[in-house]
């Protein structure tokens, strides 16, 4: 070991960890830093140690004229090259713009660095890209991670791509993917997810798929299946019937299972039902026995018709409430599904989750009880100290039958 060398090694072994110089980064790298300086041309990075990173203004620069960031914030970009006199990072998403010649594709390629492009027209097998003025392929099995069945709805629309093949000549046959890049991407935020991951946990998530049996939501590179007993605590026919692909959703994860399949690790049951409020907890309160209320008929078996009386909540009349006194074989003798009746509530059991009911016949009057549950409770009269509503049970008589 050199004197120089042993002086540099032992240079570097007494300055703190914290404050050793990071590794340069490469081109194609996706950096992080805080904006320090802006200028009419470009904006300047400090992405960590002394190192500091240029970007064209153009990147952060709206339609109008203004511009996205501001001094302090943290930006995020990818290198795009190196300046060979200074050694700055060079950083920008349009960095595809910029791009003119065969030289500088040729080089995106070889290093991996991704550049934008255009999608201008559907083509067999694909979709026709246009970067920095030369056409590239991108075949259907590229342009995302799921399958698009209608190319046409992306025409017009700019993103990154990767160029997975290059061959010069008069006429560059490029052919690029934008799903290597979305990989990657999902892979980082996959990591980030997985530390976050576990049961009970209560994350955001976006709604990639609806199907009869549930909905699919990404969490963030990694994908979850909400049931469609797990949506609500009402009765769901359709996942549609409350959730839009592409609406953000809070879940709670319910169970994590290990698969052996390496493209999805695991199986993660999620629901958004566990976060809302539970319709029994209030409701003794909110359907006293003796009151009446109107619902709708939910389903229908061979000894009773189900009523839901309110989202999540439902209430059963037996066959036997159903007949007004005369016998029947099957409810639907009286009833039919979506049919809004009037029921009484006979009672309320929250800890088995029953509400029993009867059916209110038409023209069927009050009771004396039922019409003084319906009827609002009054304060004393502060003269007399009695109760200033209606005081007896023949005033309560007499009150239905004015109203009758």
Not at 120 to 125: E, M, P
Not at 209 to 231: P, T
Request: with cysteine; net charge negative; aromatic share 4%.
């Amino acid at each position: 070991m050199t004197e120089e060398t042993s002086f540099a090694a032992l240079l570097e072994e007494s300055e703190p960890a914290g404050q050793r110089a990071p590794s340069q980064p490469k081109v194609g790298d996706q950096v992080q830093g805080e904006i320090v300086a802006i200028n009419a041309d470009q904006v300047f990075i400090s992405i960590g140690g002394k190192m500091e990173a240029l970007m064209d203004i153009a990147n952060v620069t709206a339609g109008d004229g203004s511009l996205s960031v501001q001094l302090g914030d943290t930006y995020q970009a990818r290198v795009t090259s190196i300046d060979p006199d200074t050694g700055a990072l060079l950083l920008g998403q349009r960095h595809g713009r910029a791009l003119h010649g065969a030289e500088e594709l040729e080089a995106a390629y070889n290093s991996g660095q991704p550049i934008e492009g255009q999608i201008t027209g559907v083509i067999k097998g694909g979709v026709e890209v246009q970067i920095a003025g030369h056409r590239a392929f991108c075949p259907a099995s590229q342009i995302d991670l799921r399958f698009i069945d209608d190319l046409s709805t992306l025409v017009g629309q700019r993103h990154e791509f990767r160029i997975t093949k290059y061959s010069g000549g008069r006429r560059l046959d490029l052919v690029v993917s934008r799903r290597a890049l979305l990989e990657e991407a999902q892979a980082a935020a996959a990591e980030e997810t997985r530390a976050r991951l576990e049961v009970g946990a209560v994350l955001t998530g976006t709604v990639t798929q609806l199907k009869e049996f549930g909905a699919f939501v990404d969490l963030g590179g990694v994908e979850g299946m909400v049931h469609i007993s797990e949506l609500a605590f009402g009765h769901v026919k359709h996942p549609e019937e409350i959730l839009t692909q592409g609406q953000e959703v809070e879940v709670q994860v319910l169970r994590i299972e290990q698969t052996n399949n390496p493209k999805r690790p695991e199986k993660i049951a999620l629901s958004i039902r566990a976060l809302a409020k539970d319709p029994w907890a209030d409701a003794v309160s909110r359907f006293p026995v003796g009151t009446r209320i109107t619902g709708t008929i939910s389903r229908l078996q061979s000894f009773g018709a189900f009523v839901e009386l309110s989202a999540g909540l439902d209430g059963l009349i037996h066959i036997s409430e159903l007949g007004a006194g005369r016998r029947i074989a099957h409810p639907q003798e009286v009833v039919e599904n979506g049919q809004a009746v009037e029921v009484r509530i006979l009672s309320v059991d929250p800890e088995r989750r029953r509400i029993a009911l009867a059916l209110v016949n038409e023209g069927e009057a009050l009771t004396a009880s039922e019409v003084s549950a319906q009827q609002p409770r009054k304060e004393p009269s502060a003269a007399t100290g009695k109760d200033s509503g209606l005081g007896t049970f023949g005033e309560l008589l007499r009150e239905q039958m004015r109203r009758s």
